[in-house]
Structure formats: structure tokens, C-alpha cells
């Protein structure tokens, strides 16, 4: 609506002599924001002078004309932009004028990945302490000391919601989630040789999401998710727990590997920091709390990596694993490297080592189902002075026979 000169100075004039938009809008019978967004433009023309100067204006411009003089305020500029301690740069949007000279630009930060894990890693510092110790489990009485057995598990996305009749592979929810994870280790403790060592080697996307929202933390995708978050968190420690007794009661030693990875970054940290705290005092279990991406294992002339599979795959992994790790990788004379992400099977033989990448157990969401895979998990059995002694595969639908999985 067009506002004559007459209304406006008698708006000005009513701002002035109560120093208030609410009370000089009260005496003229408008709205508020009516009047304050009036007196605004009417300041950003130079159309009221100086007399005051608005709040939250500047004076940008006068000009000397023969019908008087005019002066030109505008919005003040806010104070120089700083990036806040443990922030990082995430987007900047810049508007430019015809030669390329910057108009205006919007800088978009976000909290730093270190910031966020040092965040983590100081949470679980301040109450791990307080965490009950497990008790010792008898060792058992017999193993064959040259052998270590790697069960593999990667990507079992606890929390993941699929309907078969959707994908065409099968529910998969929290409930059997569990139930499958641990039926698979029941049977493949019970077919593996009786080594001294053993490594639970958990490659990363153990959980479906990192947080209250189902998303992915990286790239804020939508995922199917079954479940409340504390239900998923509280499956993946009994889980977790229920597992390394089970290996205790077979092996002597256990290394616990639990790889970074893009769905479950934080949860990865929270589980094996919780672990390691759990377990401090049984000494038959090392859990590797190493925070980087990258991880090893040495078993006299065998090395073997791991890596979730998100920052390198099967065709370029081996390259970092040596360069991050070339005193062990020196140090041995065979080595495999272990990934997962692709939810695919794969082996391939570089000039450095076998490096494998593993399917999952899990049954595939609605996005998953566009790529076709099996479902399975592996235990190997490595000798220290051979390298690979043979391995046991185990389907999904094999040891779920006879179980319902009805979502």
C-alpha cells in the first residue's frame, strides 16, 4: 500500500516523540510491524533525515541538492565474521555483480568431525570409570596355538527396517536383527577349529544411524529405520557383550575390532570405548580403541587391515594400509586387508596383498534393493607362518532355518 508524504512524516513524528514503535503505533491505530518495517524503507530512500538516526541503521550517503539536502541510511553492517573454535567451512554462497566483484555472502559452518568425536571420546572418559568390570571367563583347555580365527561381520545395520515383500529379500528389523547376528555366531564358533586367537572383526555400519534422526551423518540421507535410538544402542552392547563371551569360551585371546564407518561414526566410538572400559579387567581381550579409519592385526608372519571400505576399496586400499603401517607390513611376509560397505563379495590380488571385501548377513532396505548381493558372513582361519588355513561361510537363511522372521 502506498503511504502519502503527510502519513508518513505524521508516522515519523509519532516514533520520535515516544521513542517506541509499539507506543507511537498504538497512538496512530497500527500495527506495530506495520509501522516499523514503514520507517525502515522510508530510512533505506533517506527520506527522514538524521534526526534520530534509526535504530539499527547508518548513515551510507548525503547528498547536497537544490531542493535540500538528503541522507541516506542503511542497515549496519554486523561485526567481521570469525569462525567459531571447532567449527569448519560447510558451504559458502556468494552473489557477485556483472564483473565478478562480491555483492554480498553467506558463510554455512558446521561442528568439525574431530571436534564431534573429541566430543565423544570426552563423554565416555567421564563416565567410563563408573562402568561395571566383566568377570574373568575360564580360558579354555585346549588350542592349537599357530591358529587365529577372524569372524567377520560388516555391515549389519541394527535398527535397518526392510519388508521382503518389498525387496524381495527378506524382513529385517531390530528384533531380528539380533536374533540373527547371534544365531550366526553360535553356529560359526561351533564349526571353527579350536584356535588360540581369535579377532571379532566388526567392519563398520554395525548401527543403521548415528543419532535420534534417522539419517545418514554425512550426507543427512532418509533411511528406513525400525526403532527408537536407546533401543538400538541398548541391542548393540547386549549383542556385542552376549558375542565376546561366547569367543571366550572357544579362544584364549580375543582382539575386538570396530572399524569407523559413514553410517555409524559416532556409535562405532561410544561401543568400543564402552568396551574397552567393560573388559579392562579380563585380560584375554584387547579392544582396539585406535579412533582412526584404519586398523591391523599381527599373527607372527601374517598382518591383516581393516578398513570399513567408505574412504578406500578394493582396488586402492592396500596402497594406505602399508603406508600407515609399514613397520608391520615390513615386519611380515603375508597380509590381507578386510572391507566391507559394498554389501558385495569381492577378492582381489594386488602386488602388496589379498584384499577382500564382504557381503552382509543383513536383508537389504528399499535403497539397498536395487543392488543384488547374498547374504553372508565368514569366519578364516589364519596359521602364523601360512596365512590362510581355510575358512567356514555361513548364509543367512542357513542359520535362521526354522526361525521366524516376520517383521
Not at 577372524?150 to 519388508?163: E, F, K, N, R, S
Not at 527378506?170 to 577349529?193: H, K, N, T, V
Not at 534393493?369 to 561361510?393: C, M, P, Q
Request: hydrophobic residues 35%; proline residues 4%; contains cysteine.
Amino acid at each position: 500500500m502506498k503511504i502519502s508524504k503527510e502519513e508518513l512524516e505524521a508516522r515519523h513524528a509519532a516514533y520520535l516523540k515516544h521513542g517506541s514503535y509499539r507506543a507511537a503505533a498504538q497512538e496512530l491505530g497500527i500495527g506495530k510491524t506495520a509501522l516499523q518495517e514503514c520507517l525502515q524503507r522510508a530510512a533505506r530512500k533517506g527520506m527522514l533525515g538524521t534526526s534520530p538516526v534509526m535504530p539499527g541503521f547508518e548513515i551510507t550517503k548525503v547528498s547536497n541538492t537544490p531542493r535540500g539536502d538528503y541522507v541516506q541510511q542503511k542497515q549496519k553492517k554486523g561485526p567481521v565474521f570469525e569462525l567459531p573454535d571447532g567449527f569448519l567451512p560447510k558451504r559458502i554462497s556468494n552473489l557477485s555483480d556483472g564483473q565478478g566483484r562480491t555483492i554480498a555472502r553467506w558463510d554455512i559452518v558446521e561442528p568439525s568431525k574431530e571436534q564431534q568425536a573429541n566430543a565423544m571420546r570426552a563423554a565416555v572418559e567421564a563416565f567410563k570409570e563408573e562402568i561395571p568390570r566383566a568377570p574373568a571367563i575360564d580360558a579354555p583347555a585346549h588350542t592349537l596355538s599357530d591358529l587365529l580365527n577372524q569372524y567377520t561381520i560388516t555391515d549389519h545395520h541394527l535398527g535397518a527396517l526392510a519388508w521382503g515383500e518389498e525387496t524381495g529379500s527378506g524382513d529385517y528389523d531390530l528384533r531380528i536383527g539380533e536374533q540373527l547376528i547371534l544365531r550366526w555366531f553360535a553356529a560359526a564358533i561351533a564349526q571353527s577349529p579350536p584356535a588360540e586367537r581369535a579377532v571379532f572383526a566388526q567392519l563398520g555400519d554395525f548401527l543403521h544411524y548415528d543419532s535420534f534422526r534417522s539419517l545418514t551423518p554425512e550426507h543427512g540421507h532418509h533411511l528406513d529405520s525400525d526403532s527408537r535410538y536407546p533401543k538400538m544402542v541398548r541391542a548393540a552392547i547386549r549383542i556385542v557383550r552376549t558375542v565376546i563371551h561366547m569367543l571366550l569360551e572357544k579362544h584364549k585371546r580375543l582382539d575386538v575390532i570396530m572399524c569407523d564407518a559413514n553410517h555409524d561414526p559416532a556409535g562405532e566410538v561410544w561401543l568400543r570405548e564402552m568396551m574397552a572400559a567393560f573388559y579392562d579387567d579380563e585380560p584375554r581381550v584387547r579392544v582396539d580403541t585406535n579412533p582412526g579409519t584404519y586398523s591391523v592385526i599381527e599373527h607372527g608372519d601374517v598382518s591383516l587391515f581393516y578398513h570399513h571400505g567408505h574412504r578406500r576399496g578394493v582396488k586402492n586400499v592396500d596402497s594406505i594400509l602399508v603406508g600407515k603401517y609399514r613397520e608391520i607390513y615390513g615386519r611380515t611376509s603375508i597380509s590381507y586387508a578386510h572391507t566391507g560397505h559394498k554389501h558385495a563379495d569381492e577378492l582381489k590380488t594386488t602386488d602388496l596383498m589379498k584384499v577382500e571385501q564382504h557381503e552382509t548377513l543383513a536383508a537389504p532396505d528399499a535403497y539397498g534393493s536395487n543392488w543384488l548381493s547374498g547374504r553372508s558372513a565368514k569366519v578364516i582361519t589364519y596359521h602364523k607362518r601360512f596365512g590362510e588355513d581355510g575358512r567356514v561361510t555361513l548364509s543367512a537363511a542357513r542359520v535362521m532355518q526354522g526361525a521366524s522372521t516376520c517383521a
